[in-house]
Nanobody, 115 residues
Framework: QVQLVESGGGLVQPGESLNLSCTASGSTFSGPWKYWLRQPPGKGLEYVSSTYPSIGKSFYRDSVKGRFTISWDSAKDTLYLQMNSLKPEDTARYYC????????RGQGTQVTVSS
């Protein structure tokens, strides 16, 4: 089973941007679907975005549409999440995964949006 490693989080002010990255440790990021999930403080895991690179389809939760962009670099075997115009409600630990249940996710990367 693939083990994924997330990076790129940090503490930013509202309106700023971050670009998260996800790679596979010791293997390839297999599977047609690639997901970003997040877990806000005190809440469960929630869907953020997903992509099916071979057919060029990407999807987003409503609250991040127009602000977040998911992308896949097959040459680098790396999944990205470009997050612009960040809001305090985006504060969460972010995970990449091979399905919506979070399979393969790693330790995650913390994103904190606060003034």
């Amino acid at each position: 089973q693939v083990q994924l490693v997330e990076s790129g989080g940090g503490l930013v002010q509202p309106g700023e941007s971050l670009n998260l990255s996800c790679t596979a440790s010791g293997s390839t990021f297999s599977g047609p679907w690639k997901y970003w999930l997040r877990q806000p403080p005190g809440k469960g895991l929630e869907y953020v975005s997903s992509t099916y690179p071979s057919i060029g389809k990407s999807f987003y939760r409503d609250s991040v549409k127009g602000r977040f962009t998911i992308s896949w670099d097959s040459a680098k075997d790396t999944l990205y999440l470009q997050m612009n115009s960040l809001k305090p409600e985006d504060t969460a630990r972010y995970y990449c995964a091979t399905d919506s249940q979070g399979t393969g996710r790693g330790q995650g990367t913390q994103v904190t949006v606060s003034s």
